[in-house]
């Protein structure tokens, strides 16, 4: 069972709080068994890849977002109380969206993904959420 700093976590992720989210999440990293630090790490990675995108730095929320997707894979579909393959499919889907945009095009693109925005584009992707699988979560 994750320690309750764990869904704090989720929550800021959730909340789009990407840097909250990282700072929570690493202190638990630190002090995790490898086969934990890895599910953090790749949640963590993906957190900072948002981060960096709300930052318009694309090239570091390709990188981040493609690390993090790489590490979760391996704790598909459910982990935690996770639905991690969601999380995995939703991060890929932002990801390649974001490998067809050009680099200088990321301030618009980050402006469409913005819900309180209303666009006359429909947007295939969005900024990926982790949702609790309520049965695993105790």
Known sequence: ???????????????????????????????????????????????VGCYHLGNYNWRGAVILLGEGIRRLRDYQPI???????????????LLKTLQQIEPDRIAEFVERLDPSKKSDENLTCSLPKIIAIENERV
Request: proline residues 3%; glycine residues 4%.
């Open 1 to 47: 069972m994750p320690p309750q700093a764990f869904w704090q976590g989720v929550e800021e992720f959730n909340r789009q709080e990407f840097y909250a989210c990282h700072d929570t999440l690493e202190a638990l990293w630190m002090e995790a068994t490898q086969t934990q630090k890895n599910f953090y790490q790749g949640i963590l990675q993906i957190a």
């Open 79 to 93: 982990h935690e109380g996770i639905d991690v393959e969601r999380l995995v499919e939703q991060s890929d889907r």
